[in-house]
Each structure stands twice: as structure tokens, then as C-alpha cells.
């Protein structure tokens, strides 16, 4: 059974930065496409960054701010934000892809304060 864990998330000011992580236990999975999603108070669930197979997608919104990164052997995925702004605060979740099926973390509050 797939199991996605997320941390690092907490409480930063603006400007700062934070680091999340996501690890996923089950097996290897490789060269599977894994990401990051998030979403505010209201608003719909949001693309943020992307891995699948080397291959790095952002949104226009954090592109140049975030970088989204994997540990193959670690079954992990990492997303460090910079530069955070207010707009960032959201509860992040990270997913992963296996054939048709979407696995979701349980998602990690980011919250920055102005």
C-alpha cells in the first residue's frame, strides 16, 4: 500500500524560506512522476511543481522561487521554497503517480506572515 508523508512545513515570515519533504513508502517508484499541489482557505487546489522523470515543471507563480527536487533512493521528493510571500500560505500536498492512480499526502500548513 502507497503511503505518502509530508513534513516541514511551519510558520515563516516573509522572505524566508522553508523546506518541504515527501516521502513515499510502499516500494521504489523510480522515475514516477511525484509533485506538489496546494491549497488556500476558498480557493481550489492549485498545481505548484512537478518531477517526472528529470523533467521540472513549475507554476508561474513560484517558478524562480521554489525548486522541487527527488532522492530516487530515497523514495523522496523536496520542494524548497525561498523568497516566501504571504499569497504562499496554503496547506501543501504532495502526490504521486503509478500508472492511472493519484496518491495524496495528508497535506503540511505553510503559513507566512507579513
Known amino acids: 500500500q502507497v503511503q505518502l508523508v509530508e513534513s516541514g512545513g511551519g510558520l515563516v515570515q516573509a522572505g524566508g524560506s522553508l523546506r518541504l519533504s515527501c516521502a513515499a513508502s510502499g516500494r521504489t517508484f523510480g522515475g514516477y512522476t511525484m509533485g506538489w499541489f496546494r491549497q488556500s482557505p476558498g480557493k481550489e487546489r492549485e498545481f505548484v511543481a512537478r518531477?517526472?522523470?528529470?523533467?521540472?515543471d513549475y507554476s508561474g507563480s513560484v517558478k524562480g522561487r521554489f525548486t522541487i527536487s527527488r532522492d530516487i533512493a530515497k523514495n523522496t521528493v523536496y520542494l524548497q521554497m525561498n523568497s516566501l510571500k504571504p499569497e504562499d500560505t496554503a496547506v501543501y500536498y504532495c502526490?504521486?503517480?503509478?500508472?492511472?492512480?493519484?496518491?495524496w499526502g495528508q497535506g503540511t500548513q505553510v503559513t507566512v506572515s507579513s
Open positions: 518531477w517526472s522523470g528529470g523533467r521540472l
Open positions: 502526490y504521486l503517480i503509478v500508472g492511472p492512480t493519484t496518491y
